[in-house]
Every structure is written in C-alpha cells, then in structure tokens.
C-alpha cells in the first residue's frame, strides 16, 4: 500500500501525518485513504486529534470548484487568466499600483505565499497584500520584534514538557491544539509535580484540568504579567546574567512599580492569595513556560500584553534555556511561513522590513527595480480601503474573510462595491467566493507540494497523494501564470514548487551579514529529490546550524546593534470597548474541538458535526435568568454591529456578565449565525490584531 508522510492543513502545531491507500480523486469517488500520526515527527511523535483523523472525511468532491468561472460562468484557465491579468493592468495603469490588494491566508504553502509575495511587492510595487494571519498571532510578532530585534519564537515543544511550570494564557490548549495538549498532559502524567496554571476569563476545558485557574477579567493580562515582573524585582527574584543581557530595565520597572499584588488582583478580578499564587510559583528557581495565543493576541493591546508576558521571562531569566521561554502559538498551519515570505503588509520580505537598504537588496536579488517602498493596509484596514474606493481589485486566496474578520457587514459592503474581486479556493461555496468576478480552482490538501512551518519554527513537506480534481491548480501556478501575463515572465518563470523554494530559501541569505536570524539558505542548495524528501528541521537552517536550531538566544546575543533585549514598559489599558446598559454583557469568541476555522472543510463531516452541531453561546445561569433564557432556546445577540442567532448553554463555566461563542459558524451552515458580524473593528495600533476577544453585546 502506498504511504506518504505529509503535514496536517489545520492547527499550527503541525503534526506529522501518513497517508496510506490514496487512489485517484475522480468524479463522483471519494480516494479512499487512511490517516495516521507520523511517530517519525518531531512535532507530534505519532500522536493526531479527531481533526486530523478525520481528514480522509473530507477529500470527496462535495463543494469543490473544479473550472475557473468569470462572473459565475465556467470559462477556461486561458480565458479566466488573461481577464484577471488584464483587469489588474488596467486598474495599475489608471489608479496606480496602491489601487490592488492580495489577501493571502496561513493555509497557503510557503511557496504560493512567496509567489505571491513577490508579485505584489516585488513586481506590482505595492505593499498591499495581508493576510488572515493578521487575526492569529501579529500581535506576538510585533512583540518579538520589540523584545528580541527580531520575529523569532525562542523555544519549542520539547520545552513545554521540560518545563516545571506551564502557564497557559489565552489559550484553550486542549481544543485548539490537542496533540500539544497531549504531549503536556502526558508529561505532568509522568512528572506529577509539574504544575499547569490556566490564565482565562471562562473555564475552559483546559482550565479545567490545570491546577491553578485564574478567571481573570476581560483583558487584564497586561496587568497580571506587569505585576508579575514587579513581583519579580520587588522580591529579589531577577536574574543577574539576564539583567546584563537587557536594557530597558529602569522604565519597565518603573511602569510596573504601582502594580503592586493588591492592585493586580483588584484589577484583574482575583484575591490576592490567587495572585500570589501564581507570582510564588512562577518565582521558584524552576523551568517556566508560558504558551499564549489568541486570548492574548487578538486584543486592542495586544502587543503590550505580548510584551508584559516576555518582560517576565526576561527579568526572570526564564528564557533561552530548556523547559525555558514565551512561546506564541500560532492557529494556522502556515502562520509561520507566512511571516517568514514577508506575507504581512508591515513586512517586505524574508524577516525583512521596508528599510532603503532592504528595498535595495530585495529589488536586487528579484531583478526588480518596482519593489514597494512602504508597508500597505493591514487586514481591516485593507478591507476599509476597499469600500472607501481606495482599492479596486482585490485577490483572495484560500481564506473566507466575508465572515472570518471582524464586522463582516462592512468586509460585505467593500466586497459588494468593488471593481474586481479574484478569489482563489478549493470551494466556491463560501460567502465570500459569491462575491468574485472572478473565481479560480486551488488545489487542496494532498493534492499539492510544498512547505509550512508550525509553531515551533519547524518547517515541514505537505506532500501529494491524490490527483487534484478536475482543472484545480496549485496557487503558486495560479500567481505566476497571472504575473508572466503581467509581463514579468522571467520572474515567475517556476515550472516546480522546489525552485520557489530555493529561491525563498537563497533570498534569506542574500548578503545577511548576521543581521537576520531567519537564515535558510543553506536548503537552497537542495535538489528536487532532496527537497522532496526533505525531513522536518528548524530554522535557521545556514552555515552556523547546518541541522537547524530548536532553542535561540542561548548565546544571549539578539538582533539590535548592542545584542541586547528590551525590556518593553507595559502601562496595562483596558479593552477598547465598554459594556454599557443597552449593551451589557461582553463577547468572547473562539475555537471549539472539532471544526476549523469556517468550517469550510470540517463542517463536511458528519463525525465532526457531533460534537457540537449548530451555533451556540455559552452564558452563566444568572445572565439567562435575567434576560429570560432557558437552556437551548434560541438567543439573538446583539452589538453595535450587527446581530447573529444561536442556542443558548446556560453553565456557569461561563462567568457573569460574559458570554462565549464559537466563532466557526457562518449563514452558509446556519441562517444568521456569524459572530464576525458582531465584532467590531477596534485593533491593536501597533499589530494591527483585531480585538476579537471583548465585544460589547446584549442577549
Ligand atoms: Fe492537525 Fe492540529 Fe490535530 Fe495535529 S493537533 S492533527 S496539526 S489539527
């Protein structure tokens, strides 16, 4: 039976997957296939979740797009692409570059995001194109950047099993990365005094396996982690060779000094003994992980409180070391890789930001001299830009922003409005592929090659099995074929995903002198059978780690001209919104178990389905009671916004005055049901991240 190793498309854990009896996917047949963990896989070790599992459920056919289409009518590849490439150029040549968006999605693989990369920055001249990794986890990058000079996530999931003290913060672990929750719950199984500390407002399911909960309020975290690191210096807890490594030490302590524990725990919601708690465990002489995703991420501050969490490990001296470090999760498979092309507005290319120098050099080695001289609209932004008229064509690729960001309302106004709408996807049964003029066939999981890095900097093959289905294409070919129509054939002149690769890969280290720890440039030299067999490693991959490198920092040496940290001083605000009485209660939204993202894929498969089927929220009994709900009735939640439909939960794992609701529905699976319709725009103004987290509603 034919086996092959290949990378699961969901969560940003990345397992390792084996894929045995694939067979061609033909009209009408499913390939009958069978998922399994790969034991040969550093990231998961064997180990897989229902999600991945049930992987072989959703490789029929049912809701593929199979043929390009311009405006809803089946045309040719040759027909749609010149149309497409027409329609950019003529809109380039009337408006300017400025008037085109891409918007790209951490489901692409490395290669396709780099095409795409390229085309629009490189080639089209503008910095517009971004991502619905916007949502996920800029807000950590920025932090990284303003810790450490670079985006670099300093430690990997070997260390959260090393670590004596786990703290999770804004993050359900056990739903939303259940094979990095069963690495951590095997190894407090074999070392029980390995403590779990679970930071969230609701009680999760992961919550309620830690040993330690702080149901915060809303959006204190900043304040949680600044009193922390004020603990930390008050009671003598800071690390000599880690004080000597930072600067900023004077105005961090200073902006944390009023952050005493009374106050934290006043701020934050808690008594003091649970704040001290926490502070003595973190502040023993033990290994400190603390894991964080979109909890932390998607806020208004999210950056700040990004930062609180990495000052702590800074002057604490957690970091850089095993069972060591602050470590952001990213949701998507390729989250990472995204940001490692320059997949973000903010970023050029290749860790790279839009300095004159970098220009230079990026133009250079691309062998253009139209490459974009600024950073374009960051996700919400991008989609404002839209409806004002800004914009006029905007690409879509593999993501479903009509109900994924926030106010979808307005995302289905500018998409309503706008000249030219190309949106590439394996489905066109999305609410956002009904807006395109013109719709595109990707090829899907499986039926492609490439790469994606996971959380942990590890990148990884998704490798082909099946044969793609009707005239789906790989994005990568769908970007260039556009480009060389464009008139920049040489540029895209890729016959196979391997020379994007080693293009990307060289680019990394095109005259880096040291500067940039994103440094692969030493797989540019692979051959196609090297590269297509090539086994999962962590970047930087160069001349000083030829095997990769699974912990950085540990010279203490980071990416500023001193090589120092920075210690970033966090002054904690709250949430943008407030809860007033026509508007009382606060929103939280986030994954459940077994859907992804808009259920575009999960939502396919009846086993999935199960366990939870129709769109809910979660309210405490006392809520309910007042505005008269009663368990299972149907709730109109309301905003500022807009308004959506779901069933009523009525648990008090939900506390007062807050309701959660998962934000995986959409009116393509029930009338009325998206929550993005209900959030509301706000974002941090450093990442740009939505604050997703806190918005007011009433039931
Ligand atoms: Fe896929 Fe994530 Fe489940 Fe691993 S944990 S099998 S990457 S969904």
Known sequence: MNETRT???????????????ASANVAGQIPAIKVQGDNSHPANLGRICVKGSALDKTMGLQGRLLAPHIKHQRVSWEQALDHAAQRLADIIQQYGPDAIAFYASGQLLTEDYYAANKLMKGFIGSGNIDTNSRLCMSSAVAAYKRAFGEDAVPCNYEDIELADVVVLVGSNLAWAHPVLWQRLAAARAARPDMQIIAIDPRRSTTCAEADLHLAITPGSDSALFTGLVNWLITEGKEDALWRSRTVGRTETAQAAAPWTADKVAEYC???????????????KPRRVMTLWCMGINQSATGTDKCNAIINAHLVSGQIASPGCGPFSLTGQPNAMGG?????????????????????????RFWGSNRTAHKPGYKAVELFQAVERGDIKAIWIMGTNPAVSLPDTNQVARALAMCECVIVSDITAHTTTAAFADVLFPAQGWGEKE??????????????RFAEPPGEARPDWWIIAQIARRMGYEKAFDWSHPHEIFSEHAALTGFENQGERLFDISRLSRLTRTEWEQLQPIQWPVNSHYPA?????????????????????????????GTTSKYYPLVMNTGRIRDQWHTMTRTGMVEGLLQHRNKPYCEIN???????????????????ATGWMLCRAVITDAQPV????????????FALQSQPGALITAHRCEISGQPESKFTPVRA
């Open 7 to 21: 990378t699961c498309p969901y969560c940003g854990t990345g397992c390792g997957l084996r894929v045995s009896g």
């Open 269 to 283: 919601g808690l008594s003091r003994n649970q704040v001290e708690a926490f502070y003595q465990l973190y502040c």
């Open 339 to 363: 940001r490692e092309v320059g997949g973000l507005a903010n970023q050029l290319a290749a860790h790279m930001d839009f300095t004159p120098e970098a220009i230079e050099r990026v133009g």
């Open 450 to 463: 490439g790469t994606v890095t996971n959380s942990e900097r590890r990148i990884s093959r998704q490798r």
């Open 548 to 576: 990769g490198c699974p912990r950085l920092f540990q010279d203490g040496v980071f990416a500023f001209p001193d090589g120092k940290a920075r210690l970033v001083p966090v002054h904690p605000q709250p949430p943008r």
């Open 621 to 639: 009994p006392a809520d309910a009671s007042q505005a008269g709900i009663t368990e299972n009735r149907l709730v109109r939640l309301q905003s």
């Open 657 to 668: 005055g807050q309701v959660f609701v998962p934000m995986h529905w959409s009116s393509q």
